[in-house]
């Protein structure tokens, strides 16, 4: 599937295009302004765009109003319409964000329950009682996500909620032409809806991917044939920037051999799982590291690993973004005018290259096996194998430089990262400089 060698670029519309935090149903243009980052994805060398809520909805885009009908803070249908035309035209795949756990109280089935109570006919696409009340004095009670009750939850056991969801996805698919979707909340859904999400939009397209945002526990139980094709890798998220954090290499080495190792009870090889240092959920990577100089080796184990590696929009150049604060998450999604390219974002571009080029490295750390080779606290080396390549990756997560020596570092090898790839011959050692990250394919 075209999705296990992406490279995704994720956008939060309605941040980056500085829409007002709640609707004020005043029409603008706003997403227009995606038009002039689509060169700059291509450029960075993503594949595949991931949108976050784009719909109409009350305030931050998981509540929606209308599933068919594009946020007024961002434009109309047809400007999104041109957005996913232009990234098309550039050869750069769609991903929408299915919200479709829970609805905000401004959906226009909730408030018809809201004026006719009983005797509305869409009483039974959510979970309510009339024997109490909501914290809104509604006169009825509804359960809301995890406590959240402007966000009404679903009834995805009703047929009739379940067609309206997936013709909402046929609308998609035929108006915005996309190619997959992120599940919001998907170890939430109904697990009859996710199967039979799955062989529905098989059937609108056979390379329809399905992306669910899982937190913990099994990725198997919904990452499966019947399910979904991938999820986020939050295990490893933590790993990533707490290996750097503590100065513990151990840790996401333990991680990653414990779900892609070659060993019988390795957990999750084979599948191909979304991979991030940060997103529109979660602090950025620059604010999140003590040590900023580890945003390059950070990057450098995120393109290394096996997973599908995931940018958040800005934090390709290094952005900072806390969570909480006044405005709650809104500091993690802001507005920006244009792309900021630099040192940092030409890095990932190199990266993102190695993996979206036909050849012998992207198909190793695309598809490769995971094998630690050398683990210390402040270093790593790992192997990405498959039948035809070899790639190691060597990551020094401190200010000294250090040397590895491994059996494994005999030969030649085409130095990836270095400028014009020269061919070097290792004897069993390698030197790395302080933060450096080395990508090394046996030649």
């Given at each position: 599937?075209?999705?296990?060698?992406?490279v995704?670029?994720?956008?939060y519309?309605?941040?980056?295009?500085?829409?007002?935090?709640?609707?004020?149903?005043?029409?603008?243009?706003?997403?227009?302004?995606?038009?002039?980052?689509v060169?700059?994805?291509?450029?960075?060398g993503a594949?595949?765009?991931?949108?976050?809520?784009?719909?109409e909805?009350?305030?931050?885009?998981?509540?929606?109003?209308?599933?068919?009908?594009?946020?007024?803070?961002?434009g109309?249908?047809?400007d999104?319409?041109?957005?996913?035309?232009?990234?098309?035209?550039?050869?750069?795949?769609?991903?929408?964000d299915?919200?479709?756990?829970?609805?905000?109280?401004?959906?226009?089935?909730?408030?018809?329950?809201?004026e006719?109570?009983?005797?509305?006919?869409?009483?039974?696409?959510?979970?309510i009682?009339?024997?109490?009340?909501?914290?809104?004095?509604?006169?009825?009670?509804?359960?809301?996500?995890?406590?959240?009750?402007?966000?009404?939850?679903?009834?995805?056991?009703?047929?009739?909620?379940?067609?309206?969801?997936?013709?909402?996805?046929?609308?998609?698919?035929?108006?915005?032409?996309?190619?997959?979707l992120?599940?919001?909340?998907?170890?939430?859904?109904?697990?009859?809806?996710?199967?039979?999400?799955?062989?529905?939009?098989?059937?609108?397209?056979?390379?329809?991917?399905?992306?669910?945002?899982?937190?913990?526990?099994?990725?198997?139980?919904?990452?499966n044939?019947?399910?979904?094709?991938?999820?986020?890798?939050?295990?490893?998220?933590?790993?990533?920037y707490?290996?750097?954090?503590?100065?513990?290499?151990?840790?996401?080495?333990?991680?990653?051999?414990?779900?892609?190792?070659g060993?019988?009870?390795?957990i999750?090889?084979?599948?191909?799982?979304?991979?991030?240092?940060?997103?529109?959920?979660?602090?950025?990577?620059?604010s999140?590291?003590?040590?900023?100089?580890?945003?390059?080796?950070?990057y450098?184990?995120?393109?290394?690993?096996?997973?599908?590696?995931?940018?958040?929009?800005?934090?390709?150049?290094?952005?900072?973004g806390?969570?909480?604060?006044?405005?709650?998450?809104?500091?993690?999604?802001?507005?920006l005018?244009e792309?900021?390219?630099?040192?940092?974002?030409?890095f990932?571009?190199?990266?993102?290259?190695?993996?979206?080029?036909?050849?012998?490295?992207?198909?190793?750390?695309?598809y490769?096996?995971?094998?630690?080779?050398?683990?210390?606290?402040?270093?790593?080396?790992?192997?990405?194998?498959?039948?035809?390549?070899?790639?190691?990756?060597?990551?020094?997560?401190?200010?000294?430089?250090?040397?590895?020596?491994?059996?494994?570092?005999?030969?030649?090898?085409?130095?990836?990262?270095?400028?014009?790839?020269?061919?070097?011959?290792l004897?069993?050692?390698?030197?790395?400089?302080?933060?450096?990250?080395?990508?090394?394919?046996?030649?």
């Open positions: 599937m075209w999705f296990d060698d992406a995704v670029y994720q956008i519309p309605l941040g980056l295009c500085g829409a007002p935090l709640y609707n004020d149903d005043q029409p603008s243009h706003r997403i227009l302004r995606l038009l002039d980052w060169e700059h994805i291509k450029r960075l594949t595949c765009v991931l949108f976050n809520p784009l719909f909805s009350d305030a931050h885009g998981y509540d929606t109003r209308d599933y068919n009908k594009v946020d007024c803070r961002l109309t249908n047809d999104l319409r041109q957005v996913c035309a232009a990234l098309h035209a550039a050869g750069i795949k769609i991903l929408f299915g919200v479709f756990n829970h609805v905000g109280r401004g959906f226009w089935a909730f408030k018809d329950v809201q006719k109570r009983w005797d509305s006919p869409y009483k039974d696409w959510f979970h009682s009339f024997d109490g009340d909501s914290c809104y004095g509604d006169g009825f009670w509804y359960e809301g996500w995890e406590g959240h009750f402007e966000l009404v939850k679903l009834n995805l056991q009703n047929p009739a909620v379940v067609d309206y969801l997936l013709e909402s996805v046929r609308h998609w698919a035929e108006v915005f032409g996309i190619d997959g992120r599940l919001d909340v998907a170890y939430m859904l109904d697990r009859d809806f996710m199967r039979r999400l799955h062989s529905f939009t098989r059937e609108l397209k056979p390379d329809f991917v399905l992306i669910g945002e899982t937190l913990h526990g099994d990725y198997n139980q919904i990452v044939d019947e399910m979904l094709d991938s999820c986020t890798n939050y295990e490893c998220y933590k790993g990533l707490s290996s750097f954090n503590s100065v513990n290499m151990f840790e996401i080495a333990h991680s990653l051999h414990r779900q892609f190792g060993d019988p009870w390795c999750y090889r084979g599948k191909h799982l979304l991979s991030f240092v940060d997103n529109h959920d979660v602090p950025r990577l620059a999140i590291l003590t040590d900023k100089s580890c945003l390059r080796p950070a450098g184990m995120l393109f290394g690993m096996p997973g599908i590696p995931c940018v958040y929009y800005g934090s390709e150049w290094g952005i900072a806390e969570k909480g604060g006044p405005d709650g998450d809104w500091a993690l999604r802001p507005a005018d792309p900021a390219p630099n040192e940092l974002s030409a990932i571009k190199q990266l993102a290259h190695l993996r979206s080029t036909d050849g012998a490295a992207a198909r190793a750390l695309n490769g096996a995971y094998r630690n080779v050398v683990i210390q606290n402040k270093q790593l080396l790992f192997e990405r194998a498959c039948d035809d390549a070899t790639v190691l990756v060597a990551v020094n997560a401190v200010g000294e430089p250090y040397t590895f020596g491994a059996g494994e570092l005999n030969g030649s090898f085409v130095d990836l990262l270095a400028d014009g790839a020269p061919t070097v011959e004897t069993g050692s390698l030197e790395l400089a302080p933060y450096e990250v080395r990508y090394l394919l046996r030649a």
